[in-house]
């Protein structure tokens, strides 16, 4: 067997998540309770209860996931499964990095958190847009982007899977290139209910401010290869982390190639660690004879070393 974490990105947090884990797991407890520390905000109110309805707030959703997978990563940890690389969606990327030993569980909380502040200022004040495409190629839909430029920036924010794509930029551009792509083919256009124009150029911003923070962050080295989303791939000679983590937030991610390369590196099983089931919807999509397994819940977590032995 040849194993990979794959790391949830924002969209599939909820009230609650986490908190069965919490109760079960004492690595999972002292995890999230040392990356809690110095945020500013209560994170096991926001991640359990959410009594002031702003989990879904991108400065608040990102710390919550990250501070989950790095708890699920230490009770997997403990049980003596690591994977043989590792990679995720958006944000999951800090996950991943974090379960390769570049950050530590408290750093990519803290840097989730600093991402998460910077992402929301970039977008303020900007109307803006993301909407998923269904059935269309990635050729049409990037000519259908090249024409609605005109009135703003429109690009192809997301290589999910095949046949699902999806669009980011300014909101009339977003609109008018969704407009042409449903007159190209494409099944559906489903608008995101999304607070910004994430992984486009309008988060350059969040980028720059990305690059100061790095200036200073130490950087651990990486123990287990990372395919990374603006690649969709390992990093090469020429790439450094940083370099490639503020070009991620700013720039298109390619998670269908990235599971494609996981099947090229001989990856047969998937354990996807966040709430919900996404990533393991686009790797059924991308390589249907990778195996997939969730990582959420507490009766998850105590079935999977069972399963992976199956």
């Not at 192809?156 to 899977?161: K, P, Q, R, T, W």
Request: charged share 20%; proline share 6%; hydrophobic share 45%.
């Amino acid at each position: 067997m040849r194993l990979a974490f794959l790391y949830a990105g924002q969209g599939t947090q909820h009230p609650g998540m986490g908190a069965d884990l919490y109760e079960a797991f004492p690595a999972f407890r002292a995890v999230v309770d040392r990356a809690g520390t110095g945020l500013g905000f209560d994170l096991k109110a926001v991640m359990f209860r959410d009594p002031d309805g702003v989990l879904n707030e991108t400065e608040y959703t990102q710390p919550c996931m990250v501070a989950f997978a790095a708890g699920v990563t230490a009770v997997l940890a403990e049980e003596g499964i690591v994977p043989d690389c590792a990679a995720g969606l958006s944000l999951g990327e800090y996950s991943a990095l974090q379960c390769a030993g570049v950050f530590t569980p408290e750093q990519a909380v803290s840097l989730a958190a600093f991402r998460g502040r910077a992402m929301a200022r970039a977008a303020a004040g900007r109307p803006s847009a993301m909407t998923a495409v269904l059935g269309l190629d990635r050729e049409r839909l990037q000519a259908a982007c090249d024409q609605a430029s005109a009135l703003g920036v429109a690009v192809i924010a997301n290589y999910n899977c095949p046949g699902q794509l999806v669009l980011g930029g300014d909101r009339a551009a977003v609109e008018r290139a969704a407009a042409l792509a449903r007159e190209g083919g494409a099944r559906r256009c489903v608008p995101l209910k999304v607070s910004g124009p994430f992984h486009t150029p309008l988060m350059a911003p969040a980028g720059a401010a990305l690059a100061e923070r790095f200036r200073t962050e130490p950087f651990g080295e990486m123990e287990l290869p990372v395919l990374f989303n603006c690649l969709g791939r390992e990093m090469g000679p020429g790439d450094s982390v940083p370099a490639l983590l503020v070009r991620q937030v700013q720039s298109s991610v390619y998670m269908e190639d990235t599971i494609r390369r996981l099947s090229e590196l001989g990856v047969d099983t998937v354990v996807e660690v966040g709430p919900g089931r996404a990533l393991s919807g686009f790797v059924r999509r991308t390589a249907p004879d990778m195996r997939t397994l969730p990582a959420e819940t507490a009766e998850e977590l105590r079935a999977l070393p069972a399963r992976l032995k199956e």
